[in-house]
């Protein structure tokens, strides 16, 4: 079975910097794509930084571009997110996502957040509160 399990969440000051980490086992398999997403209180979950594991390619939301960074490490089947000039509003759950075995990923950041909305695996979330 697939797992997903985040790590590196915690509590940072405005302008602090954390790096969240999303480590799969289970399986041997490269997911094509890989995501991370965030959910505040109260909001819907947004699409944060998404990542072709083949090749690299990364895309970001708007709110988070020049800020955060997405990557992987050689095996990739572990995916990071460095976050830096952290805010108030970045203030959320932060989940990664993987496709499946035998899906393969397609589209810019939109594209993908909904399709791993839609059929990714998930991690259970690591909680990230920035504080003024």
């Known amino acids: 079975q697939v797992q997903l399990v985040e790590s590196g969440g915690g509590s940072v000051q405005a302008g602090g910097s954390l790096r969240l980490s999303c480590a799969a086992s289970?399986?041997?398999?490269?997911?094509?794509?890989m995501a991370w997403f965030r959910q505040a209180p109260g909001k819907d979950r947004e699409g944060v930084a998404s990542?072709?594991?083949?090749?690299?390619?990364?895309m970001y939301a708007e709110s988070v571009k020049g800020r955060f960074t997405i990557s992987q490490a050689n095996a990739k089947n572990t995916m990071y997110l460095q976050m830096t000039s952290l805010k108030i509003e970045d203030t959320a759950m932060y989940y990664c996502?993987?496709?499946?075995?035998?899906?393969?990923?397609?589209?810019?950041?939109?594209?993908?957040?909904?399709?791993?909305?839609?059929?990714?695996?998930w991690g259970q979330g690591t909680q990230v509160t920035v504080s003024s």
């Open positions: 996502a993987a496709a499946p075995p035998g899906y393969t990923c397609t589209g810019d950041h939109d594209v993908l957040s909904r399709f791993l909305t839609r059929v990714g695996i």
């Open positions: 289970g399986y041997t398999y490269s997911s094509y794509c």
């Open positions: 990542i072709y594991t083949n090749g690299g390619r990364t």
